[in-house]
């Protein structure tokens, strides 16, 4: 994988003896080691090249920035949360021309997070309250305000989202007060908790439990015309997430190795061991549901999704629950993803450094 920011920062890699196609997948944020850990053991181990793919991945500011690189098709992919390509289908103009075709995030992941002595323990204790979130144009807003309603709340009037910067920043902003809970995704309250802060977690209404946030989009076009490019990547992208349920400590290890910045001081001791915690706790949100049992990876259920849209609607956050979910979300693909020998790439992870 090569990870590439505004200026093109590529990561030196043997070229091949064939021809690859070359892919390239957009990002809103810089990855982490539990969402970028995929990407780097697929490079490591050789499973986008088994695919015959040359993967290069872009970073943009936000879902905004992202969403017109895939519908211009300068971009192959990218992994953009819902909202705002269902917003596009109530602007009144043709919708974004796109299709999500893999479940990245298959259940909710974003949550508020007060500290343990907080007295607030559930979302209507948020009133009058302020919640931090990274940013006010963060596409998760129109959901975060919906649990909120749903919760008998009024964001704006009795409870307010503040702007306090991600990961670190929000962290400073709860710990000294300035807030009294953060809107942030649960792996990022993961980092708050082994970073010594203890926390009391207030999750979204059930409604909202397993409504998707961040897949993967393709063109329309790419649906038509390269139907096999969309099933070698998600395929890929499954392997590389059954890999790293299975060695996680490799995907750490490829990850630093490919993002040295990112590599604590302490990488050979408990730095591991937190990011293999990050890891695994992101895999088993993605692959499993509470209730222990399998997902089957890539899958969107669009009886539930339907049901959060119609709770956003009635929110007052969407004009309409009515929508063409299955154009917007597909499950064409998901049989494709999975269809490799699980038992030979368990060997492969197990052997891999």
């Keep these: 994988m090569r990870l590439t920011y505004l200026l093109p920062l590529t990561l030196a890699c043997a070229t091949p003896a064939y021809a690859l196609d070359e892919v390239t997948v957009a990002l809103a944020i810089p990855p982490a080691v539990h969402d970028g850990a995929p990407y780097a053991a697929a490079e490591a181990l050789g499973l986008?090249?088994?695919?015959?793919?040359?993967?290069?991945?872009?970073?943009?500011?936000?879902?905004?920035?992202?969403?017109?690189?895939?519908?211009?098709?300068?971009?192959?992919f990218g992994f953009p949360v819902a909202e705002p390509v269902i917003s596009s289908y109530f602007h009144g103009k043709d919708p974004l021309p796109v299709r999500y075709f893999y479940n990245g995030v298959p259940s909710q992941t974003l949550?508020?997070?007060?500290l343990a002595d907080s007295p607030i323990k559930t979302l209507a204790d948020l009133a009058?309250?302020?919640?931090?979130?990274?940013?006010?144009?963060?596409?998760?807003?129109?959901?975060?305000?919906?649990?909120?309603?749903?919760?008998?709340?009024k964001p704006g009037e009795n409870v307010e989202f503040v702007a306090v910067g991600a990961l670190g920043a929000g962290f400073q902003a709860l710990r000294s007060r300035k807030v009294d809970a953060?809107?942030?995704?649960?792996?990022?309250d993961d980092m708050l908790e082994l970073s010594g802060t203890a926390i009391r977690r207030i999750a979204y209404p059930d409604v909202f439990q397993e409504n998707p946030g961040n897949g993967f989009?393709?063109?329309?076009?790419?649906?038509?015309?390269?139907?096999?490019?969309?099933?070698?990547?998600?395929?890929?992208?499954?392997?590389?997430?059954?890999?790293?349920?299975?060695?996680?400590?490799?995907?750490?290890?490829?990850?630093?190795?490919?993002?040295?910045?990112s590599k604590p001081a302490d990488a050979d001791g408990k730095g591991l061991e937190?990011?293999?915690?990050?890891?695994?706790?992101?895999?088993q949100r993605t692959l499993y549901r509470p209730d222990g049992s399998a997902r089957a990876p890539g899958q969107?259920?669009?009886?539930?999704?339907?049901?959060?849209?119609?709770?956003?609607?009635?929110?007052g956050e969407?004009?309409?629950?009515?929508?063409?979910?299955e154009q917007i979300f597909s499950n064409e693909f998901v049989t494709s993803f999975n269809d490799f020998d699980k038992s030979a790439l368990r060997q492969r992870a197990e052997g891999a450094k």
């Design 274 to 283: 937190e990011a293999k915690t990050l890891l695994s706790r992101r895999l």
């Design 48 to 76: 986008f090249k088994d695919q015959g793919l040359d993967v290069k991945v872009l970073i943009f500011q936000g879902a905004g920035a992202l969403l017109p690189q895939v519908a211009s098709k300068r971009v192959t």
């Design 111 to 114: 949550e508020y997070a007060v």
């Design 318 to 325: 969407f004009p309409t629950a009515e929508l063409p979910v």
């Design 300 to 315: 969107y259920d669009l009886k539930v999704i339907r049901a959060a849209i119609g709770a956003m609607a009635a929110a």
């Design 217 to 261: 989009i393709a063109h329309q076009d790419t649906f038509r015309d390269n139907p096999d490019l969309i099933r070698r990547f998600g395929r890929a992208y499954t392997q590389a997430q059954f890999v790293c349920e299975v060695n996680p400590a490799f995907c750490v290890q490829a990850f630093w190795r490919q993002h040295p910045e």
């Design 128 to 153: 009058g309250k302020q919640i931090g979130v990274g940013a006010l144009t963060w596409g998760t807003l129109p959901n975060s305000r919906a649990a909120l309603k749903v919760a008998g709340l």
């Design 182 to 188: 953060l809107n942030f995704n649960s792996s990022w």
